[in-house]
């Protein structure tokens, strides 16, 4: 196990071509704090067109898999640290939307598919940071999201309005700000039916054989083609992306290691 963040209440380590992100602040409900915030920036920020250090720990220690999930039992996080937010000036905070909504873009943009475990529900910021990653999975069915921004006076901060939209074609930019407005609750069942959440789990234990199957399969794949299909999320124009998978597939198509693949499978059918 290789560790990129060590901290009691937030960490991210490496673990059998998994990335885990997990909050486990059971005195906050998983608030995000400053100093969350804080380590965010610090691994998200990119210095002379290096890739940010989160990149490259996913790289390095060829993560295929990144997985965000809670250590608090009952909750997935309550979103903005309420009290910190209290106490501090803006100037202290000058940074902490902008840093946590920069890591929650970076979750859906590595080269590794993401994946946010809910076995509790999430408030607010806590929406936005699991609406983060490219998929959600519901453990039990005490999931749900509890859209509390305005309840403050704000709107959300962490990209969750335009994310919501995205992965939900069907909320429209007007949907979405009277969810935000009408500071609406999604439990399990819309959140399932809305496409929100892709799957769900009666125990961790059988949500865990599903991820490690995923790895196992990804591990399975070519290199390269694990990376020329995490190339297509560059590709915005669908003419061009139509392209790219013409171009992907000619390339590979009855090459050395699609050949031996289909003599290995066929072989194996034989022996029968
Ligand atoms: C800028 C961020 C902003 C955004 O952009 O969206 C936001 O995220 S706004 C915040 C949105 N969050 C909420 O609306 C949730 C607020 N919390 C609650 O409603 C409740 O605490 C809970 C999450 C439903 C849990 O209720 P319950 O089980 O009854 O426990 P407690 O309320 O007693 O909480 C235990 C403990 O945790 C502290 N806590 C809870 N939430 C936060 C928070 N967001 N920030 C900081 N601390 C939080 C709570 O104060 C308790 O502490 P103690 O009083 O010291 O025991």
Redesign the pocket.
């Known amino acids: 196990m290789i560790k990129l963040v060590d901290g009691e209440e937030f960490s991210i380590i490496a673990k059998n071509n998994i990335c885990f992100v997990t909050l486990n602040s059971a005195?906050?409900?998983n608030?995000i704090s400053l100093r969350m915030s804080s380590i965010m920036q610090s691994i998200t920020i990119e210095e002379n067109g290096n890739p940010s250090l989160f990149e490259k720990f996913i790289n390095e220690q060829n993560c295929l898999l990144i997985v965000v999930k809670s250590d608090v039992e009952g909750?997935f996080s309550?979103?903005?640290?309420?009290?910190e937010?209290e106490k501090n000036e803006p100037e202290a905070c000058k940074y902490y939307?902008s840093s946590i909504k920069a890591f929650c873009k970076l979750l859906h943009s590595t080269n590794a598919p993401s994946v946010t475990l809910l076995s509790g529900p999430s408030?607010?910021?806590?929406v936005?940071f699991a609406l983060a990653t490219d998929y959600r999975w519901g453990i039990g069915k005490s999931y749900d999201f509890?859209f509390?921004?305005t309840?403050?006076g704000?709107p959300?901060?962490?990209g969750g309005m335009l994310r919501l939209t995205e992965l939900c074609p069907q909320l429209s930019p007007r949907k979405v700000s009277s969810i935000i407005l009408g500071k609406l609750k999604f439990d399990n069942s819309q959140l399932l039916n809305l496409g929100l959440v892709d799957k769900e789990f009666n125990t961790k234990k059988a949500c865990q054989t599903a991820l490690d199957e995923w790895v196992h399969h990804i591990l399975d794949c070519p290199k390269y083609l694990i990376e020329e299909l995490m190339n297509r999320k560059n590709i915005e124009n669908l003419t061009d992306l139509e392209e790219y998978d013409t171009h992907i597939f000619n390339k590979y198509f009855l090459k050395d290691e699609h050949k031996i693949r289909i003599h290995k499978f066929l072989s194996s059918k034989k022996k029968k």
């Open positions: 005195t906050t409900k608030a909750i309550s979103g903005g640290n309420l009290s937010l939307s408030f607010g910021g806590g936005e509890h509390t921004q309840k403050f704000i959300t901060g962490w």
